[in-house]
């Protein structure tokens, strides 16, 4: 019977089985940081984004009739660099009376997708999920459960101008 309590502890052989361990470790870290910056950056933003909140101009009071729902484009607010098509985004302005104005977001309420004004039956409607909006704005049917997200308005010098903000576009409530 021999007594193993003298014996030094094997070590751990750093051949070619632990350098393959450490390549693949640093190979599977490094596509997790890379997947996974995406997502920490759009967590971090609204805290440590800019606020790009802004009146914009988007057309003149002249080029609108009263009863009428005109769709503009405008600057984004969540603008980016390398983006062209989605640096602009969309409203729909109703003139209801001489002064009564009102702005609606082109995204639907439910899930973002972008929405269209019929002039027929004075409506705007969701190709998405079907979602359908009375003229103004508040829900008329399908999946959505609230009316269509609005922007502030203001008249300044015959000029129609929108403070733009990045609207919430989903239903989703934290």
């Known amino acids: 019977m021999s007594c193993s309590c003298n014996q030094e502890p094997k070590k ?3 051949g070619r089985r632990g350098f393959l361990s450490i390549l693949i ?15 920490i950056t759009a967590m971090l933003e609204p805290v440590v984004g800019k606020n ?7 057309g003149n009071s002249s080029d609108f009739k009263i009863g009428e729902t005109k769709k503009v484009t405008f600057p984004n607010a969540k603008r980016y ?4 098509e989605i640096s602009r985004s969309a409203a729909y302005i109703r ?10 977001s082109v995204n639907c309420s ?54 733009t903000d990045a609207i919430p576009v989903t239903n989703i409530t934290v």
């Not at 870290?29 to 997502?39: D, H, Q, R, S, Y």
């Not at 660099?81 to 062209?84: A, L, P, T, V």
Request: glycine share 10%.
């Open 25 to 39: 470790g640093s190979i599977v870290a490094l596509v997790g940081t890379f997947l996974a910056f995406p997502i």
């Open 81 to 84: 660099d390398w983006g062209s």
């Open 95 to 104: 003139r209801d009376k001489e002064d009564k104005w009102t702005a609606f």
């Open 110 to 163: 439910h899930l973002g997708c972008p929405v269209r004004w019929e002039e027929t039956p004075k409506m705007f409607f969701c190709p998405c999920h079907g979602g359908a909006f009375y003229k103004d704005g508040s829900r008329a049917a399908g999946p959505p459960n609230r009316g269509l997200y609005t922007y502030p308005i203001r008249i300044s010098e015959q000029k129609i101008e929108l403070k």
């Open 52 to 58: 790009r909140k802004a009146w914009r101009t988007v």
């Open 12 to 14: 751990k052989s750093n």
